[in-house]
């Protein structure tokens, strides 16, 4: 998919609106880090006279103030140094020669928050193309995939004895990553997590807990349930043949289960890699749709086989009750992702990218009339209206709107309900021992 970074698409805004010009430094700075020298500033219109910046703002496109704005409070053309800015607050560092820098009359914090407003106002105009396999039919667990983390854990799960635990991308079995866990000297390592399950529901029903487990060496990487601290049901160990294996453990809910823990277990010293798993302890009906599909989805599919994680997936059918374990192919609209960085991209190029520029000048314009002199409305006003008709005019250009996702809901296979807790799938068909929880 193509994408276009931060930086381009703060140039193309600039350029559009006649507000791009970019330089090097030809000296170094001030040791009080306020000052950048540059010869080349005297070519821009009125560069041969002093006080000609003053007031515009500087951003820094290179070396150890990457990314850092200033605001011009004095400007020297004839230096000694050469043409000279003095900036109304520090930068982080002292300029040095060659350093690059950006010139606008504009605050480009300004431009940066029109852009991003721009890529989700103009939803569903222009969106996110967005395909879902983190559903499992019955699953209760949440981040059973190992997609989502924070500081190094991953999300919703528990690091029990200290393990080393690592968002792997290179050992994956499905999705983007996996969990390579490693335990440490003197005892197994693991990761738990406890699904929301009503305890008294379950009781005396088959739990079933699996997750495919990556491995070198034999009776060192297990999945265990554990019923209330110290009653627990483990499965077999992985043979270490370094290969994706399924590992599982079901066992019947002791009457006297206090919760259901799951547990992904490695041997003190070992290494081994978890992904792609789920726990079932009941059929449930509605499983909470993935926040990143903000319209539909408009296609649900389910894989043909456990096994075959890369499908094929294949719709469900009216009145057909999708199996357990099995993952479900979501297609759905969503939100193209807004940059925060320099680096950081969307997922956008020409012809979007046309238009995204034009609604973003839209709403930089707003932006200055809201906080502007009075005298200075009529002339953003005018620019306000300029580009709104621009963008009504790229709006209606073959090539820019994008195609809207036909839905293919089928009739008694599945729908879509919300609430002010989030979106809901729902299966038509009645499922036999539905639970009352609503699963993840």
């Keep these: 998919m193509a994408t276009t970074t931060r930086t381009n698409l703060r140039k193309a805004l600039s350029e559009a609106i006649g507000d791009y010009n970019s ?45 850092e704005a200033r605001r011009c409070q004095l400007y020297i053309a004839n ?14 560092n002292q300029t040095s020669s060659g350093d690059t820098f950006e010139l606008h009359r504009y605050d480009p914090e300004l431009k940066h928050v029109a852009i991003n407003r721009a890529l989700v106002e103009l939803f569903p105009t222009i969106y996110l193309p967005i395909r879902d396999e983190t559903l499992i039919v019955d699953n209760v667990l949440s981040n059973s995939d190992f997609e989502d983390w924070t500081s190094g854990v991953p999300d919703d799960w528990t690091e029990v004895n200290s393990p ?44 079933q807990f699996k997750m495919r487990v990556w491995t070198d060496a034999a009776s060192q990487a297990r999945l265990i349930i554990d019923w209330d601290g110290s009653d627990t049901e483990a499965g077999d160990y992985h043979e270490g043949d370094s290969e994706w294996r399924l590992l599982s453990v079901d066992a019947a809910v002791p009457t006297t289960a206090t ?13 081994a890699y978890f992904d792609t798993g789920w726990a079932a302890v009941g059929s449930l009906h509605r499983l909470t749709v993935p926040s990143s599909i903000v319209r539909g989805p408009m296609h649900v599919m389910q ?11 294949y719709p469900l059918l009216p009145g057909e009750s999708p199996s357990r374990g099995r993952i479900l192919r979501l297609d759905g609209m969503g939100l193209l992702s807004r940059p925060s960085t320099e680096s950081g991209t969307t997922e956008i190029a020409e012809p979007q990218l046309n238009l995204v520029t034009a609604y973003s000048a839209m709403i930089l314009f707003q932006q200055l009339w ?16 300029i580009w709104q008709a621009e963008v009504a005019r790229l709006s209606q250009q073959p090539g820019i709107r994008m195609r809207t996702l036909g839905a293919s809901r089928g009739r008694n296979a599945w729908h879509i309900e919300e609430d002010g ?9 009645s499922r036999a021992g539905a639970l009352s929880f609503s699963g993840v």
Excluded: M, W
């Excluded at 000279?84 to 607050?89: A, H």
């Excluded at 919760?259 to 290494?271: F, L, N, Y």
């Excluded at 807790?421 to 068909?429: A, E, H, P, Q, V």
């Design 421 to 429: 807790s989030g979106r809901y799938l729902l299966f038509d068909i």
């Design 303 to 313: 894989q043909y086989s456990e096994n075959q994680v890369d499908g094929p997936y």
């Design 370 to 385: 809201t906080r502007s002199a009075s005298e200075q409305r009529e002339n953003l006003l005018q620019n306000i209206t």
């Design 79 to 92: 230096a000694s140094d050469g043409p000279t800015s003095i900036l109304q607050s520090a930068l982080s």
């Design 23 to 67: 330089f090097s430094t030809s000296s170094d700075g001030n040791d009080a880090k306020t000052s950048l020298v540059s010869d080349t500033l005297k070519n821009y219109p009125g560069g041969s006279d002093d006080g000609a910046f003053e007031e515009q703002y500087f951003l820094a496109t290179s070396g150890a103030n990457d990314g």
């Design 259 to 271: 919760q259901v823990k799951v547990i992904c277990e490695v041997a003190a010293g070992a290494t």
């Design 164 to 207: 080393t635990t690592t968002q792997e991308t290179s050992r994956v079995f499905h999705g983007s990553s996996s969990a390579k866990l490693t335990g440490p000297g003197g005892s197994v390592g693991q990761l738990t997590q406890s699904p929301e399950v009503n305890i008294n529901e379950i009781a005396g029903k088959t739990a």
